[in-house]
């Protein structure tokens, strides 16, 4: 009654019950049985103004909403009609693919036919040859060098540690 005052609403024309979501008149009974125990009524109230709706939206959006314009199409239509547009495309180039194969393929016998020179190329640079040649040589006899000296000192070290045994070894082989 309080809120009535001040509002200045009359509580009658500002006020509505509802029973599971639907309006509720007077002339609806909402105990039609004695053995409803429990029943929720809303009591909801009307009030006067508002924040707007869609159209104050609208207007706030201005005209934003007009000037992105969708230049994709695609979700609109049945895919068909692109796979068409795509084939008939191939379809228009395929004349083309066609020569480009049998061009290709000429090109190839072509190629075949043709004699193939039989000069062989030579190598002629001897200066490089004799170098090359030196090298070698050089090369093998470091490698024989290294090889004679590891065994020698393999076998100056394989003496020296064994010079103790050898005097064993000595009189053992004598018998």
Not at 28 to 36: K, L
Not at 141 to 166: H, I, K, P, Q, W
Request: charged share 35%; proline share 2%.
């Amino acid at each position: 009654q309080i809120i009535f005052n001040r509002m200045l609403i009359d509580p009658e024309e500002q006020q509505y019950y509802t029973l599971a979501g639907k309006w509720l008149s007077d002339s609806v009974q909402v105990f039609e049985s004695d053995d409803v125990e429990f029943v929720t009524l809303n009591l909801k109230l009307r009030l006067s103004g508002g924040k707007g709706g869609f159209g104050s939206m609208l207007r706030a959006q201005g005209g934003k909403m007009a000037s992105q314009k969708t230049t994709n199409f695609e979700a609109c239509r049945d895919l068909n009609v692109n796979n068409n547009y795509r084939l008939a495309d191939h379809l228009e180039q395929e004349p083309e693919r066609q020569r480009a194969r049998k061009e290709r393929v000429l090109k190839k016998i072509e190629e075949g036919m043709a004699e193939h020179p039989t000069k062989k190329i030579r190598f002629d640079d001897t200066e490089y040859l004799k170098a090359s040649e030196e090298m070698k040589e050089k090369i093998h006899v470091a490698v024989f060098e290294v090889d004679t000296n590891l065994r020698y000192f393999r076998d100056v070290v394989e003496s020296g540690s064994d010079s103790s045994d050898d005097d064993v070894s000595d009189t053992d082989s004598g018998d």
